[in-house]
């Protein structure tokens, strides 16, 4: 039931942000599997949950940063890794 349902969102959202359902549309992405960056098609409601976990992933890389300590008053980071370039 939990995919069933997270396959409705996942085609709301798209539906909502396109103003027409493009779920099953295929999408090139660059996603990090085992510390390698590999190139992957997807269909578009599948990489969305992709696509949230990376920006996830290189902000907390960034904000372990000294310099980055300041986003909260500068809301500006840094870029201190390849990965969130």
């Known amino acids: 039931m939990a995919t069933e349902f997270s396959d409705i ?21 660059t996603v990090l599997e085992d510390g390698i960056w590999k190139p992957k098609t997807m269909p578009i409601k599948d990489s969305i949950y992709i696509i949230v976990g990376q920006c996830h992933l290189s902000f907390f890389k960034n904000i372990q940063n000294p310099i980055n300590w300041l986003y909260p008053h500068t809301e500006y980071l840094t870029s201190m890794s390849a990965d969130s370039e």
Do not use: M, Q
């Open 9 to 29: 969102l996942a085609r709301n959202i798209v539906h909502i942000c396109f103003g027409e359902d493009l779920s099953n549309e295929p999408i090139d992405l």
